[in-house]
């Protein structure tokens, strides 16, 4: 799965889009996902996940910078995301089927926020891309 | 089997009656079309289908959306029924159309991203949830004939 030119061109204009919201949207994305699939508290046995926590609102900002730089550098994802991709595979070990379920939530966010610009073909290109940040920090694993 | 409390019955039903069956229907077969293009496969019948635009415009996928959201009004009637009530059309799925049950996953996380597009703020996560044990449920419902 490659990202086209027309894909990286509308996650550069959906993240220049989301603009201060980041960190937002990262904090929402973290909420409706602890929310709709309780599984992935698991990972966050020390935080507190009720609504408008401190915590979840720092992680969900490290985790929207995290997609800013891969958004920055679409053309070298292994390379932008190598120290996160480490941390991953050796430290958190967050077992794959989880990524997809942040992805879903952060694209029900996007959605919700944004639905004029949220069309199909970015909708489409967005998808990919968090596959592709998934497939990055999973890469280590094994 | 699956079972909803009153808060997430009334959060799927507060939704469910303003939903305009035809457009979420279309927009939401339109999308998985779109997004997962492998899922046209079941498609080669519907024409042109060689770009969002095609997708979108194209009057067979809105029936069928259409046709596919009506059917899933019957999960939101049978909320503590949903094998039962989707019994013949799992059998349907499995035996004529040979559907991989993993698309009901997939349709039913795009009916959740449309449905958070046209409610915005109202789809809060709490609602959200409600609505991903619903198409979960579907899922697995529209999955439990299959042999």
């Known amino acids: ?142 | 089997m699956v079972h909803f409390t009153a808060e997430e019955k009334a959060a799927i039903t507060n939704i469910w009656k303003k939903v305009n069956v035809e457009e979420i229907g279309a927009e939401t077969l339109g999308r998985l079309l779109i997004v997962y293009p492998w899922t046209q496969r079941f498609f080669d019948t519907f024409g042109n289908l060689s770009s969002p635009c095609a997708v979108m415009g194209n009057p067979r996928v809105k029936a069928h959306g259409k046709k596919v959201l009506t059917s899933f009004g019957e999960a939101v009637k049978n909320m503590d029924h949903l094998k039962e009530a989707f019994a013949k059309l799992s059998e349907l799925h499995c035996d004529k159309l040979h559907v991989d049950p993993e698309n009901f996953r997939l349709l039913g996380n795009m009916l959740v991203i449309v449905l958070a597009g046209h409610y915005g703020k109202e789809f809060t996560p709490d609602v959200q949830a409600a609505w991903q044990k619903l198409v979960a449920g579907v899922a697995v419902a529209l999955g439990n004939k299959y042999h």
């Open chain 1, 1 to 142: 799965m490659v990202l086209s030119a027309e894909d990286k061109a509308n996650v550069k204009a959906a993240w220049d889009k989301i603009g201060g919201h980041g960190a937002e949207y990262g904090a929402e994305a973290l909420e409706r996902m602890f929310s709709s699939f309780p599984t992935t508290k698991t990972y966050f046995p020390h935080f507190d996940v009720s609504h408008g926590s401190a915590q979840v609102k720092a992680h969900g900002k490290k985790v929207a910078d995290a997609l800013a730089t891969a958004a920055g550098h679409l053309d070298d994802l292994p390379t932008a995301l190598s120290v996160l991709s480490d941390l991953h595979a050796h430290k958190l070990r967050v077992d794959p089927v989880n990524f997809k379920l942040l992805a879903h939530c952060l694209l029900v966010t996007l959605s919700a926020h944004h639905p004029a610009d949220f069309n199909p073909a970015v909708h489409a290109s967005l998808d990919k891309f968090l596959a592709a940040v998934a497939t990055v920090l999973t890469s280590k694993y094994r």
